[in-house]
């Protein structure tokens, strides 16, 4: 088997910034009910841009960053819950944006653990000698699937996308990766529909929005449950313990989520690195935009191990231990 590592991280959020007291102006909300239950203060909404132009910003910072040819690429991964189109995927949108014309290109549906996901089967593909160097993104429009008629969602989400390139290495970047997924009573906790059942060789004309609903104490139950499960098996994985990891990266979807699970592994909220204050939930995308901010802000030094971690919809629920290949 090869060995695998991150070499270059990529991020990109719409410029529109949308503060709680600006929803406040569409539902009954205010921004000490949002701040306190959340922990989000703002997020970006797109002026238009669709999911495959945020996913080709974030990409071509990704491979500036890795400082590779477009044409090394040989496999593009875009987990994704809004994608711009059913077909063509946003991951062959972007491998057309980009100039990526070597590359293997698919999205999957993971919901927020669609990142953690991607990078599975990207880290899968390069081990196995499939492909050498793998995009990978995690990206979102959200606020056209929302429903901004619901306070109790509309509030949480964000748009962004967030990429990172892998590449077979020599030493071994991606220690250990964890992920499940648990379908029953799956759309009653989170959902959105996609088009309804209509042919003209049945009668009943099926009616159905396409909007997200979700269950907000049922998911934040799994969330507090889940996070602290999915750190503590990779963590067995490798052998290691919470105190020998310098960042955890969770799915930025709840403070008290956050709170909660470092209580539950009884370690400091601050190994948790924290942006939902700026961005909201964005889901697929919200892990790889921490782990691009941090990478630009010089946290991450060569040997740090970190550990990625996200839950949500389907349910799904993954987490990778990472060691920090980039000088
Ligand atoms: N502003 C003001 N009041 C509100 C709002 C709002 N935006 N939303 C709900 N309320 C009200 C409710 O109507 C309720 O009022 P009532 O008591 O008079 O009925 C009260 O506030 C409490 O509502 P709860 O739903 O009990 O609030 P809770 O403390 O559970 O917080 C929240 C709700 C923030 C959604 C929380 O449940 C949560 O974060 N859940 C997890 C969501 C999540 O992590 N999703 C991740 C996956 S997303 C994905 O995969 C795409």
């Given at each position: 088997?090869?060995?695998?590592?991150i070499?270059?991280t990529?991020?990109?959020?719409?410029?529109r910034?949308?503060?709680?007291?600006?929803?406040?102006?569409?539902?009954?909300t205010?921004d000490?009910?949002?701040s306190?239950?959340?922990?989000?203060?703002?997020?970006?909404?797109?002026?238009?841009?669709?999911?495959?132009?945020?996913?080709t910003?974030?990409?071509?910072?990704?491979?500036?960053?890795?400082?590779?040819?477009?044409?090394?690429?040989?496999?593009?991964v875009?987990?994704?819950?809004?994608?711009?189109?059913?077909?063509?995927?946003?991951?062959?949108?972007?491998?057309?944006?980009?100039?990526?014309?070597?590359?293997?290109?698919?999205?999957?549906?993971?919901?927020?653990?669609?990142?953690?996901?991607?990078?599975?089967?990207?880290?899968?593909?390069?081990k196995?000698?499939?492909?050498?160097?793998?995009l990978?993104?995690?990206?979102?429009?959200?606020?056209k699937?929302?429903?901004?008629?619901?306070?109790?969602?509309?509030?949480?989400?964000?748009?962004?996308?967030g990429?990172?390139?892998?590449?077979?290495?020599?030493?071994?970047?991606?220690?250990?990766?964890?992920?499940?997924?648990?379908?029953?009573?799956?759309?009653?906790?989170l959902?959105?529909?996609?088009?309804?059942?209509?042919?003209?060789?049945?009668?009943?004309?099926?009616?159905?929005?396409?909007?997200?609903?979700?269950s907000?104490?049922?998911?934040?139950?799994?969330?507090?449950?889940?996070v602290?499960?999915?750190?503590?098996?990779?963590?067995?994985?490798?052998?290691?313990?919470?105190q020998?990891?310098?960042?955890?990266?969770?799915h930025?979807?709840?403070?008290?989520?956050i709170?909660?699970?470092?209580?539950?592994?009884d370690?400091?909220?601050?190994?948790?690195?924290?942006?939902?204050?700026?961005?909201?939930?964005?889901?697929?995308?919200?892990?790889?935009?921490?782990?691009?901010?941090?990478?630009?802000?010089?946290?991450l030094?060569?040997?740090d191990?970190?550990?990625?971690?996200?839950?949500?919809?389907?349910?799904?629920?993954?987490s990778a231990?990472?060691?920090?290949?980039?000088?």
């Open positions: 088997m090869n060995n695998v590592k070499i270059g990529g991020s990109y959020a719409p410029d910034i949308i503060k709680n007291i600006d929803l406040s102006k569409i539902v009954d205010n000490e009910w949002i306190t239950r959340t922990g989000i203060k703002e997020r970006r909404i797109t002026e238009g841009e669709n999911t495959s132009f945020l996913s910003k974030a990409a071509l910072q990704a491979i500036k960053n890795a400082d590779i040819d477009p044409l090394d690429i040989d496999l593009i875009v987990g994704t819950a809004s994608p711009d189109s059913f077909i063509p995927s946003t991951a062959c949108l972007v491998q057309a944006e980009i100039g990526a014309e070597n590359a293997t290109c698919f999205d999957i549906s993971a919901a927020c653990t669609g990142f953690v996901y991607a990078l599975n089967i990207g880290t899968q593909f390069i196995t000698g499939q492909c050498k160097t793998a990978v993104i995690g990206a979102e429009v959200l606020s699937i929302v429903d901004w008629s619901d306070r109790s969602t509309c509030v949480l989400f964000g748009d962004g996308a990429a990172a390139i892998l590449q077979k290495s020599e030493d071994n970047g991606i220690l250990s990766i964890y992920t499940g997924s648990d379908g029953r009573n799956a759309a009653k906790l959902g959105c529909s996609a088009v309804p059942v209509n042919n003209p060789f049945i009668n009943t004309i099926n009616e159905q929005n396409s909007l997200v609903t979700m907000g104490k049922d998911i934040f139950r799994f969330g507090t449950k889940i602290p499960k999915c750190i503590e098996e990779v963590l067995k994985n490798q052998d290691c313990k919470v020998d990891i310098k960042y955890i990266v969770p930025q979807a709840n403070m008290r989520i709170d909660s699970a470092a209580k539950r592994l370690i400091d909220s601050n190994k948790f690195y924290i942006n939902l204050d700026k961005y909201g939930n964005t889901s697929a995308a919200s892990i790889p935009i921490a782990l691009d901010e941090m990478n630009k802000d010089g946290l030094k060569k040997g191990k970190i550990i990625l971690v996200g839950f949500g919809g389907g349910l799904t629920f993954g231990l990472i060691e920090w290949m980039i000088n």
